[in-house]
Structures are given as structure tokens and as C-alpha cells.
């Protein structure tokens, strides 16, 4: 299979280009924790009960309002193989918990995985949809109507004072957890991140690198998340990352701005050098594949690099990880084995936009 | 050695203090990170640190008489308190009302505040609603029957009788 058709089949939406504010936002991603009335956690779940669970959610996800708003399967973790679940980790469809947890886990999966649901994992469902660029709005919405039309037939442990009950008190309320992807080399290369994060915790927001750790976040890539989840709407907390988010944008491009006013040279330098390495380099490991990525990312939003899609940090950071490069390459591959696939998988999907890259 | 995996080498180590009783708690760095349940969800959510001293103060701070973590016990899935503070997450909806004199502490510092205000669901937030309707009715008839206003306390029990059928439909 060539890589533009592996491409087409292996991608979720999410991962594709579009979306507001698409040059800062990755992805917009809501998920909204649920438990069936009456069943015990899966803290404390028995074979009996985690079947429950599944029997129950099977039947939900076969009744017309369910239809009505896409087509769902249920996979359940055992019968995927640990290559299979660990690609849609990598996705970000479900949750390494979920993955490498017991035998009682299943994903309930939107046909162009916008949504998947997760079921026996912390809580009873974990329901998620992630959409490309700034659409948090648009996520809560739909989360909301599969909420819904679970409801339908589910009967949800919900408390008058407390809300939504979920095993962790750090949930419950709304359940909501709201959570921005944002690529944010700007702020790193003049030295602002740390002071942002630091004012970002102060107001009930937490930031995490998804690649690495804290502000050594790798490829500059961060997911911005609610902290609290009782005591607000969904609407109030979904406002307010948002309106942290937008300053986070406005602070990232004036970095971008002063950067190619009083750095020019410097910029295209590390830019273009991280595309050579990206386009000649016989071994990458995933490490310096990130960075690399979003030097070069950035380097197209600011017009240095043309001719190469914006699409391909998002790609490429998902398609680089050792699951999905296995997968690609149908053999299981060992760390030093990966990285030269890996730098072979970079040229390849280069070649796809500029053919001068060997 | 790791407490969860049991194959790495634990690297992290969390000390807890309850009701002055000492206990270790030993992961691997992937599994703290990972697998740490509430103590995953909390690093994630703020400041790891922060929320154990948050519990340790809790313990320790005069004044504050719940019933000591090991005696209190969910009655609908048998999790003791002191067992949720071991792993961080609760056994089952009941919990919540179980442990409620220990977590709305806990909820007023981790949380904004301990009244939901967001979305209700139709079918169960509609029993929520008749629950406390009966309850009401059924504190009204005990009442009447106390002063002895018999037909009215005919009236409210018919009204409970009516209330409990539409429950269990
Ligand atoms: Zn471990
Ligand atoms: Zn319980």
C-alpha cells in the first residue's frame, strides 16, 4: 500500500488540517465521564458486572438516537491485538489505561473516529469526541448528543447535589474534561513559556506537555485542560479554557511576529536545517522527529518553507510512533530498527509534497 | 519493585500520613504516572503534592471530628475510606453519600465548591426530582400523623403511593 493510501485509511479526522486557528490549534478534544446507576465502579468490578456494563452499552448503541448520530461499532480490548490497541493510543482514541488495563475494557468507535467512547475504564463510559483546530463548542455539542442518546437507555448513577457520580472525586460534577492541543514554538524559542504556565495554573487550567514532560514538552506541542469538574456548567468551563486559549493564540503569534522582526536569520536557519535533517536524514529517533517537526511546521505558518503541507506535524506525529510505524511497515521492529524506518517514513511522506527530497 | 506492575523499579515514592499512621506507597515512574489512579488523575489535575498535603491537613486539622478513615464504610459496596485513600478511587455510586461527611472537605478543595450546576439528565434527573418530592411528602405525613390531622395524612399517603408507582416505571 503506498503511504498516501495508508494515509487515507489510517487517519481520524482529528488528524487532518482545518478548523479554526488551525496554524496554533491542533485539536479540540471534550470527554465526559458517565456511570450506570446502582453498578459498582470498575475499581471494584466483577466479571458480572463489567458484562453488565457491555450488554448494556451494546444494546444503547444499536437504538435509532444512537443511529441517528453515526455509525458505531464496539471493539472489545481482547479480541484486538496489543499492535491494534496501542495504534489507537497513539490516535488518541483511547487511553493507555484503557489499553493495557484488564479484560473488561471496549471502545465504541465512530466510523470517522470524531467520537469514541470508552467503557470500563476508570468510569463505566468515558465518552470523547476530538475534532481538528478550535471547535470545542462544536465537541461538547456532540459529546452531549451521544450523552444523550445513551441516556436513552441507560440509567446514570447521578446525584442531585453532586451530579454526574464518577470514581474519582476529580470528576464528578460535570464529568467534563475539555482539553486544547496546542502547538506553541513561539513561546518556547523566546523564552515565555514558563511564565504562561505558570499564570495558566492560576486560573483553574492545567497544562502538560503530550510529548515529554511539564515545559520540556517535546515539539512544542501542549494540551491545555480544565482543571475542576463540580461547581461550574459545562458551558462556564468550556467558556473559560476557551477564553484562555484565544490569549494563548494572541501571546503565540506576536512571539512568531517578533521572532521573524528581530531574529530573521536565526528562524530560517533552525527551520531549514530541520527540514534537511527531516529530508536526508537516515535515522531518526522519535525524540528529535518532534522537534524537528514542529521547527519545520512552523517554518511553513511563517512562509519560510513552501510547497509542504501544514498537515504534516500532525501526520507525521502520530505516524512516527512505534505502533503505527509497525503497523505501516507490517513487522514488528526493534528501537534502532524503528528509527531508520521512521527517517525512511519522514522522506516518503516529504516526497509526497516536494520531489526534490531523496 | 513496583507495587503495581511488579516489574520495574519503584523510583517514586509517596508517603501518607493517616489518623498518624504511617504508610509507604511505591511505583514505578510509568506507573505513577500512568496507572496511579487517583494519584495519575491528581498530577494531571494539579499539583500532586498540593493534594496530599491537602488530605494530610485534613486529618490533622483541629477542630475537624469525621469519624476516623477506618470506620467508615460504604455500606452498598463494603470500601472502607481508608481503602479509597489507598487507591484513590471509590467503589461505587453509593460512596459518594457514604463518605460524604470525609469528601465534601476534600470536594471543597479539589473542586469549585460541592453542588453540581451543569447538565442534568432527563431520565435519572427526573427521579432525582420525585425522590425529593417524597421525600418531603413522606416527612409531612409523619408529621401529620403526630398531630393527629388523619385526613390530611390520608391524602399525602396516597399522593407517596402515586409518587412510588411512577418510580417504578
Ligand atoms: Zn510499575
Ligand atoms: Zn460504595
Known amino acids: ?358 | 519493585m513496583c507495587q503495581r506492575c511488579n516489574e520495574r523499579p519503584a523510583t517514586v515514592h509517596f508517603t501518607k500520613i493517616v489518623n498518624g499512621e504511617q504508610s509507604g506507597y511505591h511505583l514505578c515512574e510509568q506507573c505513577a504516572k500512568e496507572h496511579g489512579g487517583f494519584f495519575a488523575k491528581a498530577a494531571q489535575a494539579f499539583d500532586f503534592n498540593q493534594l496530599l498535603s491537602g488530605l494530610l491537613n485534613m486529618e490533622s486539622s483541629p477542630g475537624f471530628s469525621a469519624p476516623p478513615a477506618t470506620s467508615l464504610r460504604c455500606s452498598s459496596c463494603g470500601m472502607s475510606y481508608s481503602q479509597f485513600t489507598e487507591i484513590g478511587r471509590l467503589g461505587c455510586p453509593k460512596c459518594y453519600e457514604s463518605f460524604s461527611v470525609r469528601l465534601d472537605p476534600l470536594l471543597r478543595r479539589i473542586q469549585n465548591g460541592t453542588a453540581h450546576s451543569g447538565k442534568v439528565p432527563v431520565r435519572s434527573g427526573e427521579q432525582v426530582k420525585v425522590r425529593k418530592n417524597l421525600d418531603t411528602l413522606r416527612k409531612e405525613l409523619q408529621s401529620a400523623i403526630a398531630s393527629e390531622q388523619f385526613e390530611r395524612a390520608a391524602q399525602l399517603r396516597d399522593q407517596i403511593r402515586d409518587l412510588e408507582q411512577r418510580m417504578n416505571h
Open chain 1, 1 to 358: 500500500m503506498s503511504l498516501s493510501d495508508f494515509l487515507q485509511t489510517a487517519m481520524s479526522q482529528w488528524m487532518k488540517n482545518g478548523g479554526p486557528e488551525d496554524d496554533i490549534v491542533l485539536s479540540s478534544r471534550i470527554r465526559v465521564a458517565r456511570n450506570i446507576h446502582d453498578t459498582p465502579f470498575p475499581t471494584l468490578q466483577t466479571d458480572t458486572h463489567a458484562n453488565y456494563v457491555i450488554d448494556q452499552v451494546t444494546s444503547a448503541i444499536a437504538t435509532p438516537e444512537m443511529q441517528h448520530l453515526g455509525t458505531f461499532e464496539l471493539l472489545r480490548c481482547v479480541e484486538m491485538s496489543p499492535l491494534d490497541r496501542q495504534v489507537l493510543v497513539e490516535k488518541h482514541l483511547i487511553s493507555r489505561d484503557l489499553a493495557e488495563g484488564g479484560k473488561h475494557g471496549a471502545v465504541i468507535l465512530r466510523s470517522d473516529e470524531v467520537a469514541s467512547i470508552l467503557v470500563n475504564e476508570e468510569d463505566h463510559l468515558r465518552i470523547q469526541c476530538i475534532m481538528p483546530g478550535l471547535r470545542l463548542n462544536e465537541a461538547w455539542t456532540l459529546a452531549s448528543q451521544i450523552d444523550d442518546a445513551f441516556e436513552m437507555t441507560l440509567a446514570y448513577a447521578f446525584h442531585e447535589q453532586y451530579g454526574y457520580l464518577t470514581a474519582c472525586p476529580t470528576n464528578v460534577g460535570t464529568g467534563i474534561r475539555a482539553s486544547v492541543m496546542m502547538h506553541l514554538p513561539g513561546l518556547v524559542l523566546t523564552g515565555q513559556i514558563s511564565r504562561m504556565l505558570a499564570a495558566i495554573s492560576q486560573v483553574g487550567l492545567t497544562v502538560r506537555g503530550i510529548y515529554g514532560e511539564g515545559s520540556e514538552a517535546l515539539g512544542n506541542i501542549f494540551q491545555v485542560s480544565n482543571q475542576m469538574t463540580l461547581g461550574e456548567t459545562e458551558e462556564e468551563i468550556i467558556g473559560n479554557l476557551s477564553s484562555v486559549v484565544s490569549q494563548l493564540i494572541d501571546h503565540e503569534r506576536n512571539a512568531r511576529r517578533a521572532l521573524a522582526e528581530e531574529n530573521r536569520e536565526a528562524l530560517e536557519d533552525r527551520v531549514c536545517r530541520s527540514f534537511g535533517i527531516l529530508a536526508y536524514a537516515r535515522r531518526m529517533d522519535s525524540k528529535e522527529t518532534l522537534q524537528r517537526l514542529s521547527d519545520v511546521r512552523l517554518g511553513i505558518d511563517m512562509g519560510i518553507i513552501k510547497g509542504v503541507s501544514a498537515g504534516i506535524l500532525k501526520e507525521l506525529m502520530v505516524m512516527t510512533q512505534p505502533a503505527f510505524l509497525q503497523k505501516y511497515y507490517r513487522q514488528e521492529l526493534h528501537p534502532a530498527e524503528r528509527d531508520i524506518r521512521r527517517a525512511a517514513l519522514i522522506r516518503e511522506r516529504l516526497r509526497m509534497d516536494d520531489t526534490e527530497v531523496r
